[in-house]
Every structure is written in structure tokens, then in C-alpha cells.
């Protein structure tokens, strides 16, 4: 009677106060059994026990209730929340950059073209050996850069001086390490300052992305430093590899000290009770202007409802749209930020791209494809189609015409798999030819893309400014190659003015032109006249409307 007893109390013990009721009732059994019903009662209870125990194990790993209204709800009484205080300032200026004259810091800025104008903003870090971060930092961007790019050099002192801010720069600008970096060592101070354990599912650095693709660069790029400085940090983002409930399990499970995703599935696990915001202080959105054209403007603003109002917020956008200032004003709480742009107001296109542009009859632009990658099978090359039905033309005809090269496609139809797969394989060296739609365009970031090729131009000129930027960056040269036919006389126009606008060399641009039988006449600044094209016929004449990708295109001509 007493070992039943004894046995019952220790699972009683064990069960804690889930299961009171159930082993209580066990315990009962076995105190009012007969002596010959000793070993029946035990087994009965210890059976109470074990169900009890299966309780337990199902309500831990229940998934909680899904709050779909949850962006909807009461706002958060942060007055009646007990919030930690945190380290906001995480920045020294080194003896370094001291010694430099303000004429020296405007010398700097007029040649990086740094436009801020905000009296707080300090100088900007010209060199790694002035950057507070750790030697082993250091001496890691030392091994891999010659030097902060522009919007580094400027941003990194703001962000680490605890100030919001509003960044613009042209594609390639090395924006990601701009916001990275401070992240880390913003997050550093608050775990050196930390007593007890670091609580799980609430992250301290929260960088929101518009896609996968985005949001696994910045994860990647985030790994060595975070490494080196011993953060941990997580990936939430969707698709067929990473599904949801998984995602919530490590979250709940796990402290997170930097969480990077996308704004969809950031939502979802905030939604799912697996990932809290409260302890978030170092908030950045990146790309915020293309988060709000891809209709996440309810995430956005559902988690800036859960994220304490004295963080820091870093908002880094291409465009500067109403929507985007109107999000602004939402989401600096904490007072207003510092408004940063490198380059003029115009258009920018980096300096170490040279672009070509050759005007081919549509039923040409195989061969003339074919004809500029042929000689560079060892170079990273990345082809660019307005629709996917091309994309899968375009993969078909390199691997039949050139087996010296190793291509895959990525566009909307392929499955997550499918384009995480050949993003990794054109990023490792597998592949050195990736065909891809606009999905690519824009801030991913593959290092030494030697070619980006335009199979057809794009229907705009920022997707023109952000196609030809995946390569020349970083400091590394590239080259932009840009099939043209009659269709593209509007676009032509304006890369033309953009370009001369920008200093560049219009040789190539001028000859595709003259070809074009366009004007192409320069008045300064004004932009090109347009003169009178001559029509196009047949095959050139062929309007590419089916944004969808659907429709077949006229048959292009093969050649033996």
C-alpha cells in the first residue's frame, strides 16, 4: 500500500498542477483499497498517471488559438506595461575620425554624394579602423570590402547614436550591413546588460522584408558577424520549406535575439502566440515602399501596434511615396528620425556598370543572347524576362546551345523550393546562369554577377535602375546588356535622359538609336527628342501585354 502510495505522490509531483484533479483521484484509489486490492489500485492509479502525463505533453505542444483579429484589437496600455529600460546610444566616436576637420567631413560627403542635412547627424565612418565595432568585426570587413560604402559610412554612426531614420539609396548601395551591423551591436548591449535568462520567442532586433528572397539574403549576410559577436538569430519566412507550425515550435522553444522574415509570416506567428514584440527596440523596415505595393500595409501596422513605442526604427526605401511618408509618421513614435539619401534627387545608376544596348527584330534576340554569353561560361550571368512563358524558353535555349553553361530559371510559377534551390545554386558557384522575372530584381544581392542581361527591357525605369544593379556592386565592375527592339522606344527615352543625366557614356545607347531612326539629340537636362521611329512590322510589331505569362510569343527562328 505504501509503494503504491509513494508512487502515486512522485508522479503527483511530477504532474504539477495540471493534473491535480487526475492524480489526485489516483492517490484516493489506492488509500481506500483492500490490502488484496493493493496491486490492482497501484496499476489503475499509476494508469491515472500516465494519461495525466500525456495531458501535459499535448497541452505543451497544442498550438495556441489563432488570433485573427488580433490587428484589429484594443490598442496596448504601455503605460500599465512594465518595460525594461534599454541601452539606446552604443556609439563612440574613434580618435580617428575626431581628428578630422568639418572640411574634411564635407569634402567626404560631396564626393559620396551623402545628402543630410539634420544638425544631430554625426560624421561619417570613412574607414573600418574608425568603426566601434570589435577587432575580430573589423578585421572580417577589412578581409572582404576596401571600405564603408556611402550609405555606411553615414548610416552606421545614426543608427548606433540610437536616432531613427529614413535611408534612400540607389541599388548595390551595401544597405544591408548598413542597418546589420548596428543591429548587433545594439543587441549586444542589451544581452551584456541582461540579468537572468534571455526569454524565448521575444527578439530585441526585428528586420522586416517584403519577400523570401530578401529576407534569407539578409539572413545570410547577418550569420558571420552574428557569429562572431555570439548572437543568435532566426529566418521567418514562408514557403514549402519552412512551414509555419515549425517555425512557431522554435520560437517558443528557443531565445531569438535578431528575427529577420518577411512582414506575411512575421504577422502569422504574432498572430499564433509564438513570437511577442514587447522586447523589441531595434526595429527596421526594409524596403518599405515596395512592402506597401505588395499589400502589407495591415501587418505593418498590426506590429507596430505591439512594439513598444521607445524603439528605434529604421526605415529604408527606394521611393518616397505618400504612402510611404503617411507610414512614417505612424511608426516614429520615439521622435523624428534623420533623413539620409545618397546621390542627387534623380534617378541613380552606379558608376561601375557599362551599359550596352543592341536593337534586335524580335525573332533575333536568341542569337543575339547566345552570341554575348557564349565566351564567358566561368562568369556569373543573370538574364532578365518581363513574362515566365520566356523564362522557360530562355533556360531551353541556353542549355541546348551552350552545355558549357550551368543555368537554372526562377520565376511566380516555380514552387519555394524550386527557387530557393536555384537561387542557392547560382549563389554557390553550381550554376552561372540564372533566367529569372522581375522576382530577382530588386535587393538581391549575389556577389560577382559579371552580366545582367535584359532580354526585354522592362516596362519601367526604376525596374531598369534595379535590374542592372544586381551586378557592378560592391565596388566591382559589370556590364548591363539590354536587347532593344521597336517596342521599347518610350523606355529607351528615358534611360537615354537618365543616363546623360548621370555622366555616362551614350556611345552604345546613341548607335541603338540612330538605328532605331529615333531622335536622340540631347537638350542638357530635358531629357531626348523624340523624333519620328519608323513603325514596326511583323514579328516587331507583337505587343507583349500578358503580364501573366501565358500567351506564346510568335515563334522565334532557330538556327543549326
Known amino acids: 500500500m505504501a509503494a503504491g502510495t509513494a508512487a502515486v505522490a512522485a508522479a503527483l509531483a511530477a504532474t504539477a498542477d495540471v493534473t491535480t484533479t487526475m492524480a489526485g483521484e489516483a492517490v484516493t484509489v489506492v488509500a481506500t483499497a483492500s490490502a488484496v486490492e493493493t496491486a490492482a489500485a497501484t496499476a489503475i492509479a499509476m494508469t491515472l498517471v500516465a494519461v495525466a502525463a500525456l495531458v501535459v505533453d499535448a497541452r505543451m505542444y497544442a498550438r495556441p488559438r489563432y488570433d485573427e483579429d488580433l490587428w484589429e484589437g484594443e490598442d496596448v496600455d504601455w503605460e500599465g506595461e512594465e ?237 518616397w511615396p505618400s504612402t510611404v511618408q503617411g507610414l512614417a509618421r505612424e511608426v516614429f513614435m520615439s521622435g523624428d528620425p534623420i533623413y539620409l539619401k545618397i546621390g542627387t534627387n534623380e534617378t541613380q545608376v552606379v558608376d561601375t556598370i557599362n551599359y550596352e544596348f543592341r536593337l534586335v527584330a524580335y525573332r533575333d534576340k536568341d542569337r543575339a543572347l547566345i552570341e554575348k554569353i557564349a565566351p564567358i561560361p566561368d562568369k556569373r550571368i543573370l538574364v532578365f524576362c518581363n513574362r515566365k512563358v520566356d523564362c522557360e524558353h530562355v533556360i531551353q535555349l541556353v542549355s541546348n546551345k551552350l552545355p558549357q553553361h550551368r543555368a537554372a530559371s526562377t520565376h511566380g510559377d516555380k514552387s519555394n523550393f524550386e527557387r530557393e534551390k536555384a537561387m542557392k545554386e547560382f549563389r554557390d558557384g553550381v550554376t552561372n546562369v540564372l533566367v529569372a522575372s522581375d522576382v530577382l530584381s530588386r535587393g538581391i544581392d549575389v556577389p560577382k554577377v559579371a552580366l545582367v542581361v535584359n532580354y526585354d527591357l522592362p516596362k519601367d525605369l526604376e525596374q531598369f535602375v534595379h535590374r542592372s544593379g544586381r551586378t557592378g556592386r560592391a565596388g566591382c565592375q559589370g556590364d548591363s546588356f539590354n536587347l532593344v527592339t521597336d517596342q521599347d522606344q518610350s523606355m529607351m527615352y528615358q534611360i537615354g535622359s537618365m543616363l546623360e543625366k548621370n555622366g555616362r557614356n551614350m556611345t552604345s545607347f546613341q548607335e541603338c538609336m540612330q538605328q532605331m531612326g529615333c531622335g536622340y539629340n540631347n537638350y542638357g537636362n530635358d531629357g531626348y527628342e523624340t523624333g519620328e521611329c519608323e513603325q514596326p512590322t511583323g514579328n516587331q510589331a507583337w505587343d507583349d501585354d500578358d503580364q501573366a505569362g501565358n500567351a506564346e510569343p510568335p515563334q522565334a527562328q532557330c538556327w543549326d
Request: proline content about 6%; aromatic content about 6%; hydrophobic content about 40%.
Open 83 to 319: 518595460l525594461t529600460e534599454y541601452v539606446k546610444e552604443c556609439y563612440d566616436e574613434s580618435e580617428l575620425l575626431n581628428k578630422l576637420t568639418d572640411a574634411d567631413i564635407e569634402q567626404y560627403r560631396k564626393e559620396k554624394q551623402i545628402m543630410v542635412s539634420d544638425p544631430r547627424c554625426p560624421r561619417p565612418i570613412m574607414t573600418f579602423d574608425m568603426a566601434p565595432f570589435s577587432e575580430q568585426v573589423r578585421g572580417w570587413l577589412n578581409s572582404k570590402f576596401a571600405a564603408p560604402t556611402p550609405v555606411q559610412a553615414q548610416g552606421w554612426p545614426i543608427a548606433m547614436q540610437g536616432h531613427n531614420m529614413v535611408a534612400r539609396a540607389v541599388t548595390g548601395s551595401g544597405k544591408t550591413l548598413g542597418f546589420i551591423l548596428p543591429g548587433l551591436v545594439h543587441c549586444q548591449k542589451q544581452l551584456d546588460a541582461l540579468t537572468g535568462r534571455e526569454p524565448t520567442g521575444r527578439p530585441i532586433v526585428l528586420v522586416v522584408s517584403p519577400t523570401r528572397e530578401l529576407s534569407t539574403q539578409i539572413h545570410v549576410e547577418c550569420q558571420k558577424p552574428a557569429e562572431i559577436m555570439g548572437i543568435k538569430t532566426t529566418l521567418v519566412v514562408g514557403g514549402d520549406n519552412h512551414p509555419a507550425r515549425e517555425q512557431a515550435e522554435i520560437l517558443r522553444s528557443e531565445p531569438i535575439s535578431v528575427c529577420i522574415g518577411t512582414a506575411g509570416r512575421l504577422g502569422d506567428m504574432v498572430r499564433r502566440g509564438a513570437l511577442k514584440l514587447n522586447r523589441v527596440t531595434y526595429w527596421v523596415l526594409d524596403e518599405a515602399d515596395r512592402m506597401l505595393d505588395m499589400g502589407f500595409s495591415r501587418d505593418i501596422r498590426g506590429m507596430n501596434r505591439f512594439i513598444r513605442p521607445t524603439r528605434q526604427v529604421l526605415m529604408w526605401s527606394a521611393t
